[in-house]
């Protein structure tokens, strides 16, 4: 099979755009296919404070009221996602922005209410794995925003990092998936105060280690959940790593922190 | 060669959200290859004046500053496109949103400046016939927002009606091309007060006829002049309509104003 690289960026590459324009141009330069997936940044919430709403978040979630939804239509779906698809086609790379509406691609549901109302936020049911891979055997190069549909005519807040692993577990019935989440350390590390305590490889059993020792947690907990859970599926490797050293990947096994299934 | 509908729908039909759905419905229903091109409405405008922006016009069109062309990007590219393709796509119409910029679908030049400086507004170059004839082949209906782009990463702000002549145009290679104008009143009337004054053909002689006697004047003589355009580079025919009316255009030849060359 051939190689697919799905490759997330987080809010803080976003927030930044020269560090958005170095990386786009990295994700340009590496060669074969690739999806690249986008979260918000902090864009949306300023938009929100500008126009007054307020932002509810719940551990870590927005809660997203039908004023919010709109915001994120606007940023996730517009402005973020065509400023990085027109900068893309400056690079040559020939790239379209998709939304889980377009085309299909993500169906998800509305979160159903049960101690939280998450509002509209959507969580995945099917991706639609044939109209990437037709996107992608044509030469076009999906830039997907953080939002879905319902097939009933509403769209969905849904997180970024689950559209990728939920993504790069669908295509892997056709390709060879790598699931790839940059972020702003070197990778997943024993001490979040020293970038150099990069833990290279996590497997099941190390992570339960770390879990149990609290050396892993918070955030990072979900993300990697996600991670195992992709692995299980047939996803080929996740690496979680420095957006800056994209352009290694393909070089080097030894980057970041790559989790596998076994030993 | 086979038809294709080029529709376009302004702000008054965006700005109503029943009338929006009543249109999308119709649109779904329409049988044949279509693509559907949406202008702003006042969202934009709403959204700057909470923004606190100036919106600043000239001759009715829109100066772009870099506030303002983050707010269209944010409207007509996020907010507009996908409610109206998350509504298609729960019509069964597989439909997917673009800008200029995905699949380098629409080229533009930014408004060189001369005595008005139009800021980040865009003046066609080209239309990827071959990307949008890709999409149709494959069952997808394309939604174009009035965005293009620059391929040199900048996105422009570009009239809605003037996209849709060039689409039609250039779609004009490979397809039996009818670019239809909905709009809010039954066509080109004589008397804007009279509905019952709809002019049912105009060609070049009668348009003459009409302009000199100013009959046909401000908003509309652009709009008419990209009409007989189109017609010199192709287009089958080119009709000014209600968009209540859509369903009736496939059965009956006398429906709003038709646009023709000859007599």
């Given at each position: 099979?051939?190689n697919?690289?799905?490759?997330?960026?987080?809010?803080?590459?976003?927030?930044?755009?020269?560090?958005?324009?170095?990386?786009?141009?990295?994700?340009?330069?590496?060669?074969?296919?690739?999806?690249?997936?986008?979260?918000?940044?902090?864009?949306?919430?300023?938009?929100?404070?500008?126009?007054?709403?307020?932002?509810?978040?719940?551990?870590?979630?927005?809660?997203?009221?039908?004023?919010?939804?709109?915001?994120?239509l606007?940023?996730?779906?517009?402005?973020?996602?065509?400023?990085?698809?027109?900068?893309?086609?400056s690079?040559?790379?020939?790239?379209?922005?998709?939304?889980?509406?377009?085309?299909?691609?993500?169906?998800?549901?509305?979160r159903?209410?049960?101690?939280?109302?998450?509002?509209?936020?959507?969580?995945v049911?099917?991706v639609?794995?044939?109209?990437?891979s037709?996107?992608?055997?044509?030469?076009?190069?999906?830039?997907?925003?953080?939002?879905?549909?319902?097939g009933?005519?509403?769209?969905?807040?849904?997180?970024?990092?689950?559209?990728a692993s939920?993504?790069?577990?669908?295509?892997?019935?056709?390709?060879?998936?790598?699931?790839?989440?940059?972020?702003?350390?070197?990778?997943?590390?024993?001490?979040?105060?020293?970038?150099?305590?990069?833990?290279?490889?996590?497997?099941?059993?190390?992570?339960?280690?770390?879990?149990?020792?609290?050396?892993?947690?918070?955030?990072?907990?979900?993300?990697?959940?996600?991670?195992?859970?992709?692995?299980?599926?047939?996803?080929?490797?996740?690496?979680?790593?420095?957006?800056d050293?994209?352009?290694?990947i393909?070089?080097?096994?030894?980057?970041?922190?790559?989790?596998?299934?076994?030993?």
């Open positions: 099979m051939e697919l690289y799905i490759i997330k960026i987080g809010g803080n590459i976003i927030d930044n755009p020269s560090k958005l324009t170095q990386f786009l141009q990295k994700f340009s330069a590496l060669e074969g296919k690739k999806i690249l997936i986008h979260g918000g940044g902090k864009i949306a919430s300023q938009l929100a404070d500008k126009l007054g709403l307020e932002v509810k978040m719940h551990k870590g979630r927005r809660i997203t009221d039908q004023e919010m939804l709109d915001v994120v606007m940023v996730y779906g517009g402005l973020i996602n065509k400023n990085i698809v027109s900068q893309l086609q690079l040559q790379c020939n790239s379209i922005g998709l939304t889980g509406a377009d085309m299909n691609v993500i169906r998800a549901i509305k159903p209410v049960k101690e939280i109302d998450y509002g509209f936020v959507g969580d049911t099917e639609n794995q044939k109209a990437l037709d996107l992608l055997e044509n030469g076009y190069m999906p830039v997907i925003a953080p939002l879905t549909h319902d009933s005519g509403l769209m969905l807040n849904t997180n970024a990092d689950t559209i939920e993504v790069a577990v669908a295509m892997a019935a056709v390709y060879k998936t790598h699931l790839l989440y940059c972020f702003e350390k070197k990778g997943v590390l024993t001490d979040v105060n020293d970038e150099n305590s990069v833990i290279p490889l996590l497997n099941e059993q190390n992570y339960a280690h770390y879990l149990a020792e609290n050396v892993i947690f918070a955030g990072m907990i979900p993300k990697l959940d996600n991670a195992f859970a992709a692995l299980r599926k047939g996803v080929t490797q996740v690496v979680i790593f420095e957006a050293s994209l352009s290694e393909e070089k080097t096994a030894f980057i970041g922190t790559k989790i596998i299934l076994g030993k």
